[in-house]
């Protein structure tokens, strides 16, 4: 359908119609056609007679019929339903698009449920531009209501000549029957039709509004691992070599077990020059004291050998104990926790410089390291579920116990707290305490907020990081 089409349909005069000269006449026409439209029985069939037969009452080159969505004014659109003198219509048509686009401003506007003029000064820039190309000078908008509500349908007509007050009293009257029969005959469809369509989306707003504001408890996730509770660091006691491990890794030992030893050769030559250099100071000591009776100056030189005899006395204990140190021993029984025993044979270490770990392995304890980012929930006494690599569809139950108060570098390179938690008994007493050394993901419950904000957290986060709000 063209514009051409469009102009070239509509009355072939614009003279008055039959009988508008004698009021007695048009009255009759009126109930006529209110009485005509009242019998029909079908949508299409109104439609028709409402675009066509309304000239035999009032003049008009063209007649446009529209539905009107119940969302106006706000979102929806009219639809183009009916012109006059045109049997099938093409709803894509640039006409059709600009009727409907300029039945949307007028509906919407603060007269858009009264009959009046249509001001083509009040419609927005882009429809003035085709108000001559795709409608007469004069316009009038009729529209169409029901009795219970606003209108429904609405009705477009437009012609050259200007608009009387005795056509548009005559119209006001057809339009209110119009209205009715149209409400009667399919409005109470089309709000129907309306009331089911908005029910399932309004349904899933109102469902999904309630689910967001269910209260779950704020949670955060972080790497974990098993380790021992209150492990006894096993550092170096001197500087040396280490020469040989009596134990292997993760091996069960008893307290003063042989845990490594040092190589020994330097510190027994040390032990036996300041051995030999005591028994010579010694021996110099004796000797001038006996002298001291028969010589004087020799008495005076006493006092200096006995000092130097201390001396290297002091110098042989210091030997003997580096020398006792040499074999390292376990303080306490637990299980000698180090990597492997090839990391340290050959290698030079200083002294409290840490070898090896003695665990208790029935008292293990989870160490987290939770990022800063996601530090919420750090409350003494929180909840901990730690789930192992190894079994994930068991989690182990704990509770927080300890959280570092300033941030650190983790063994990954992220800036995170060390969070401690203590196991909960095991359900089974005879159950054994999970293995140290085992690792999984630590999931810290907190106090209860929002589904929204525990889904929303992050993107809000992030979001204001991004915008800076």
């Given amino acids: 359908m063209s514009g051409a089409s469009i102009r070239e349909g509509g009355a072939p005069a614009q003279g008055g119609a039959p009988g508008a000269a004698n009021p007695v006449n048009s009255l009759l026409m009126l109930l006529e056609l209110q009485r005509q439209a009242w019998r029909l029985a079908a949508a299409p069939e109104l439609r028709y007679h409402i675009v066509n037969q309304t000239r035999r009452l009032i003049a008009y080159r063209q007649a446009a019929f529209l539905t ?5 004014p706000g979102r929806g659109r009219p639809a183009l339903e009916a012109v006059s003198n045109i049997a099938v219509l093409e709803p894509n048509a640039p006409f059709a ?16 449920a009264t009959l009046h003029v249509v001001d083509p000064a009040a419609l927005p820039a882009p429809l003035r531009a085709g108000w001559g190309e795709w409608g007469p000078a004069q316009a009038l908008w009729c529209p169409l209501a029901g009795p219970d509500g606003p209108p429904l349908a609405g009705l477009w007509l437009g012609r050259d000549e200007p608009w009387t007050d ?15 029969a149209w409400w009667a005959l399919a409005g109470k469809r089309t709000r129907r039709r309306g009331l089911r369509r908005a029910a399932p989306p309004l349904l899933a707003v109102v469902l999904i509004g309630g689910m967001l504001a ?50 020994a050769t330097v510190l027994r030559s040390r032990h036996e020059v300041a051995r ?39 110098e042989m204990n210091l030997a003997r104990d580096l020398l006792d140190r040499v074999t390292v021993k376990a303080e306490r029984p637990g299980l000698a926790v180090f990597a492997d025993v090839n990391d340290w044979l050959g290698k030079p270490v200083a002294v409290g410089e840490r070898v090896l770990t003695l665990a208790d392995p029935q008292a293990p304890e989870i160490d987290i390291q939770v990022a800063v980012g996601d530090a919420l929930v750090l409350e003494e006494g929180s909840p901990v579920e730690l789930f192992l690599n190894v079994d994930p569809l068991r989690p182990l139950r704990a509770r ?3 959280a570092s108060y300033e941030a650190g570098l983790s063994a990954a390179g992220v800036l995170s707290y060390r969070v401690k938690a203590a196991l909960e008994p095991a359900q089974d007493p005879g159950e ?15 106090e209860r ?13 992030l979001l204001r990081q991004t915008l800076g709000v």
């Fill in 97 to 112: 698009r600009w009727m409907e686009d300029a039945v949307r401003a007028v509906a919407s506007g603060p007269q858009g």
């Fill in 214 to 263: 269910v209260p779950v408890p704020m949670s955060t996730l972080a790497p974990a691992e098993i380790r021992a509770s209150d492990p006894v660091i096993v550092a170096a006691p001197l500087d040396g070599v280490i020469e040989r491990f009596y134990v292997q890794p993760n091996e069960a030992v008893t307290a003063g077990q042989p845990l490594f030893s040092f190589e």
């Fill in 432 to 446: 054994p305490p999970p293995r140290i050394g085992l690792r999984g993901t630590a999931k810290i419950l907190g």
């Fill in 68 to 72: 009107l969505p119940p969302t106006l």
């Fill in 276 to 314: 030999k250099g005591l028994t010579q100071a010694e021996a110099e000591l004796l000797s001038a004291s006996q002298a001291a009776f028969a010589d004087p100056q020799t008495k005076a030189r006493v006092a200096q050998l006995r000092a130097q005899v201390e001396l290297r006395r002091a």
């Fill in 400 to 402: 927080l116990t300890h």
């Fill in 449 to 461: 907020v929002p589904l929204a904000l525990y889904l929303f957290r992050r993107p809000l986060a």
């Fill in 166 to 180: 005795g056509e548009l009293l005559l119209l006001g009257h057809l339009a209110e029957g119009y209205g009715h």
